[in-house]
């Protein structure tokens, strides 16, 4: 029931935040307020309860019988991380907008808590049905604050999310169903559970064909190269709530969708597209890098980073042992914080100076020394520093991707170079040099602002030197997904031709006394080369197998 | 005529009833309220006799009628939905200063028409109940002489119907010709016995039969009509054209060839992709193309009926449900958007422009939602009616395999999202006022309580559906089973 509540409880508040608005500016703001911080403390409290077989927490009723569909959620570890990044960056997104949002706060605050509720849907459920649902339900709202609240050119940026989001979500649709008859035709029993689809046997063209279009679903929301265009748009032009909670949720949920369901639901299929979702990964690592350092305004800017950061995910994802995937994870929590916190410094210099045209700035450390050096903060989280969040997540995920594609890897890491430069060029053109001609009227940041932002470096501090209750937290969640496939082993089993008995390549072993691996020698340490924590499993990592996956193995059957 | 075919047909009979009812009273006293009250308690008259036959065997009145609990399910809809169109009229009609009395005969008679039609099982009933509907329409769309383009859009009509009338009637006289016989089930058994269309005469027969059809479900290539009568007629017959005069004709096509295996009959499978694909692409597009919001949703139900043909060709009962259940979503969907547009019209023109809308969510929240609600069902958004309807409709298309309609049915209704989005952007977008005052919207008259009532009601059936469909699903599936059992 507890999971019910934290999807409900934004939903109702949402709802009551409208009716609010109608008398009172200020009601709506502290019902928002008050309708993220719960969940947010529900879900916190469910942190470090024990889980009862794989779900911290599940919830089924039924829905609609006759179609085989249930209202059935769940928690794991993962899906526990995402759902406290939903209502923390949430209740940021509020406050963010206290002031700003003064044209219909009630409407606003109606689409601000379905998204959250969307997206807390999303990461809990495991219907497929009422994941569609969700998935579905959360585009609506961002459509409306792009829209209305975002800045000139918001229609045009408003449609385009749209009709992405919209145009792929049917080809999901579409995917779902073709799962769901395939199991149907399989066993006879009509389901969209998750538990139950796992495993469904599927010929190989339909199992590609079912498996690309959950991808493209999944890489358009991510996004993933070539799918990404719709994201600088979208980020430019929504008001600063909706570009945080498009970068630091939004965004998410396409990872999540790619762990959670691509590869445990087409474990054949994905194998054999792997070697091409990595090299969208590079490519989207690279070109993100590099377009971001061709923009002049400052929010597409960042918004190019997130594809170049996003493009780490999908990389990780599809190298698909224990590393890579606890990489994805930070990763993307980090992604959110500090892309969060870099819209909420874009959003604010462009309340204060109305442009967002770095042609403009230069020189305003002087002026506003709090926000320069904060600004500096998350320049250098984005860039990967280490001792900073980011720099935990990419690791890992290089460190994993390591293994199963060397070339991959190389092109990945020199993403780090991109995002070195155009993290210090932000820092370069808006903070140092001659003072532009809108710096007089800059101000420094205020309090509420300042508080912001510190409780997110605050997270990013922590989650840089002391991974170690997010990456034990995910741990359970990652090794059941990985033990429901085979798959590293299925490449170099079909690579030699023979089947090969193996142990799980990865360091999978009692959760209580978890090999997590910070707490081993350090990847903390920047130099450190990390030995793997049991030597016998990662002899049989698929080190040698597929080392050029960033082309296609002729090998395979496509 | 035994009492137990009375006590089947009642619901046919009372409708009957009140024409020449209405038509009396008119004759003494004048009053479009009275005669209002006079239609609409004879369709509640005919929706509570419904129960009567419901679950029984299903019962044959000499050849031509069938009555069944699809047939039932069917006849409940078109009341319904004549019910609210009923309602409609006559707020909109109040409008205007001429006799207004005829339009209730109208009306019923049309409504009688696309009762026949939904328990027919002959092909005589079938022509009979589509000539009634047709021939009530003509004046419909022209009652309102006055208005621009309304009688440019009756004649468009008489001509294009009557056409396709005759188009019916040859198919039908083909098929005769070869079979020997007008049943339904006669038919379908021969064409199944023979293992599929062999002689040039039925396969002809079936193309021109569903070239009529078409034309009434207003499907590429027979859709040329559909803006310009969509736009020309007054609103609410606008919303009577759309559901209900369609909803009959897909009840007829159902029944016909629900006992037909289409993979057996290539060239008729054919034949429908190539309608059901060209109308979605078509209708999609071409709506891109409208400034008007009553040519956008006339061609959106070009492609709605493109959808509805997928689920209809992938056949069996989970088509024939899917099929159902889609049109039951749409039905609202469209008399939600046709009674909110009617209602926004001042009396000289109809408030159809996409620029009429700008702003209206800031200046009148109550239309804008409502008309927001149909909109989104029709993109097919969660929550909605809409939603669950696209659901199950892909699901039967994706359990009958048909992956290339269903792709274009992906991409179709993608294009399809950008016109639906106009609208809504214009209404969301910041009034600047003088565009709504000048046009004239925003100062329409207030709601009347009934139209607020029957549209909130509409819309809270959309929003029930999207939440919990279960019990509509139970229903249809029950109803589509039952169509299923006949043959």
């Known amino acids: 029931m507890i999971l019910v509540w934290i999807i409900a409880i934004p939903l109702l508040g949402g709802l009551a935040a409208w009716a609010a608005g109608v008398r009172s500016a200020s009601a709506p703001r502290w019902i928002a307020l008050a309708t993220t911080a719960v969940p947010l403390l529900v879900a916190l409290s469910l942190w470090g309860t024990d889980a009862d077989g794989p779900w911290i927490a599940t919830f089924e009723a039924a829905w609609i019988p006759s179609a085989g569909i249930e209202f059935y959620l769940a928690i794991d570890g993962l899906g526990l991380l995402f759902v406290i990044l939903t209502y923390f960056l949430g209740v940021l997104s509020v406050v963010v907008s206290w002031n700003s949002v003064t044209d219909r706060p009630g409407f ?274 984005s860039l990967g520093l280490p001792g900073l969040g980011n720099f935990v997540g990419e690791f890992l995920v290089l460190l994993g991707s390591f293994q199963v594609s060397i070339t991959a890897t190389v092109f990945a890491a020199l993403g780090i170079v991109g995002a070195t430069v155009y993290s210090l060029w932000i820092i370069q053109r808006v903070f140092h040099g001659e003072p532009g001609e809108t710096a007089g009227s800059l101000v420094d940041l205020s309090p509420r602002e300042l508080t912001i932002l510190g409780v997110l470096a605050i997270g990013l501090l922590g989650l840089g030197l002391y991974p170690r209750p997010v990456l034990q937290t995910a741990e359970p969640s990652v090794s059941v997904l990985q033990a429901g496939t085979h798959w590293a082993s299925h490449n170099s089993d079909l690579r030699d031709g023979t089947y090969v008995e193996h142990t799980d390549s990865l360091p999978v072993q009692s959760t209580a006394e978890s090999p997590v691996l910070p707490s081993r020698a350090g990847p903390l340490s920047p130099h450190g080369r990390l030995t793997p924590p049991t030597a016998a499993p990662a002899a049989d990592s698929p080190l040698q197998a597929n080392n050029d996956a960033a082309t296609p193995d002729p090998h395979f059957p496509q | 005529m035994t009492l137990l075919d009375l006590q089947m047909s009642l619901p046919l009979v009372v409708v009957a009833a009140t024409a020449v009812t209405v038509m009396l009273v008119i004759s003494f006293y004048r009053n479009q309220t009275v005669s209002a009250i006079l239609t609409l308690a004879g369709l509640l008259l005919a929706g509570a006799c419904l129960p009567l036959a419901w679950g029984g065997e299903p019962y044959r009145i000499a050849p031509l009628v069938l009555i069944d609990d699809f047939a039932i399910f069917y006849l409940g809809l078109l009341l319904v939905a004549s019910f609210a169109v009923t309602v409609l009229s006559h707020s909109y009609l109040e409008k205007y200063r001429m006799e207004r009395g005829e339009f209730y005969i109208l009306l019923l008679l049309s409504v009688l028409g696309a009762l026949t039609l939904a328990v027919s099982d002959h092909f005589v009933s079938f022509f009979l109940g589509l000539e009634l509907l047709s021939v009530s329409l003509y004046v419909m769309i022209g009652y309102l002489f006055t208005k621009e383009k309304a009688v440019e859009a009756a004649v468009k009509y008489l001509f294009l119907a009557a056409a396709t009338s005759a188009f019916l009637l040859f198919g039908m006289a083909l098929i005769y010709a070869e079979l020997g016989t007008m049943e339904f089930a006669a038919i379908v058994e021969s064409l199944t016995r023979d293992g599929g269309v062999r002689s040039p005469y039925l396969l002809a027969g079936s193309v021109l039969i569903l070239a009529g059809a078409g034309f009434k479900l207003s499907v590429v290539p027979f859709h040329m009509w559909t803006p310009d009568i969509y736009q020309g007629a007054p609103a609410p017959v606008t919303a009577y054209l759309a559901t209900v005069s369609k909803g009959c004709v897909v009840a007829v096509l159902l029944r016909l060839f629900s006992g037909i295996d289409l993979e057996l009959h290539s060239g008729l499978f054919l034949v429908l992709a190539v309608v059901a694909a060209s109308s979605m692409i078509a209708g999609n597009l071409l709506a891109l193309l409208q400034d008007n919001i009553k040519r956008i949703l006339a061609y959106s139900s070009i492609a709605h009926f493109g959808y509805l043909l997928v689920a209809f060709i992938a056949g069996g009962t989970n088509g024939a449900a899917a099929a159902t259940f889609y049109l039951v979503t749409y039905f609202a969907a469209t008399l939600i958007a046709f009674g909110t547009i009617g209602f926004l019209s001042p009396t000289d023109q109809e408030a159809d422009t996409v620029e009429d809308y700008r702003g209206l969510f800031w200046l009148r929240p109550g239309p804008a939602a409502l008309l927001s609600i149909a909109l989104f069902s029709l993109l097919g958004l969660p929550l909605s009616a809409g939603f669950m309807g696209k659901f199950f409709l892909i699901g039967a298309g994706t359990g009958a395999g048909l992956w290339t309609l269903l792709i274009l049915l992906a991409a179709s209704s993608a294009i399809g999202l950008y016109y639906y989005l106009r609208v809504v952007v214009a209404m969301y977008s910041s009034a600047d006022g003088n565009t709504v005052k000048e046009r004239g919207s925003a100062a329409a008259p207030p709601f009347s309580a009934s139209v607020v009532t029957i549209l909130v009601l509409l819309a809270l059936f959309t929003i029930a559906i999207g939440v919990y469909p279960e019990p509509m699903i139970n229903l249809i599936q029950s109803v589509a089973e039952s169509l299923a059992g006949i043959l």
């Open chain 1, 108 to 381: 606003f605050y109606l689409n601000l808590l379905w998204i959250l509720g969307g997206t807390a849907g999303v990461f809990t459920a495991l219907d497929l049905f009422l994941f569609f649902f969700c998935w579905e339900l959360m585009v609506l709202p961002m459509y409306f604050i792009i829209g209305i609240w975002g800045h000139e050119n918001r229609n045009y940026a408003a449609i385009k999310f749209f009709l992405f989001t919209q145009a792929s979500g049917l080809l999901l649709l579409i995917a779902i169903l073709g799962l769901h008859f395939a199991h149907a035709a399989e066993t006879g029993i009509h389901t969209f559970r998750y538990d139950d689809l796992l495993g469904t046997t599927l010929s190989p063209g339909l199992g590609m064909g079912l498996m690309l279009g959950f991808f493209v679903a999944f890489a358009v929301k991510l996004p993933a190269f070539p799918f990404h265009t719709w994201l600088a748009d979208a980020h430019t032009e929504a008001p600063t709530a909706g570009s945080v909670i498009l970068a630091g949720l939004l965004l998410k949920t396409g990872g999540y969708g790619l762990i959670r369901f691509v590869i445990p639901l087409f474990p054949e299929a994905s194998a054999d597209f792997a070697p091409f979702a990595m090299t969208l990964g590079v490519i989207g690592i690279l070109y993100g890098a590099k377009l971001a350092f061709a923009q002049s305004d400052l929010k597409r800017l960042i918004a190019y980073t997130s594809i170049s950061h996003m493009g780490f995910v999908l990389v990780g994802v599809f190298a698909w042992n224990t590393w890579a995937l606890q990489g994805v994870v930070v990763q993307m929590i980090a992604h959110g914080l500090s892309t969060g916190a870099l819209f909420i410094l874009a959003g604010g210099i462009q309340d204060r100076l109305h442009t967002r045209d770095m042609n403009l700035m230069g020189g305003f450390w002087p002026r506003a020394p709090r926000m320069a050096a904060l600004a500096l903060f998350f320049a250098m989280a």
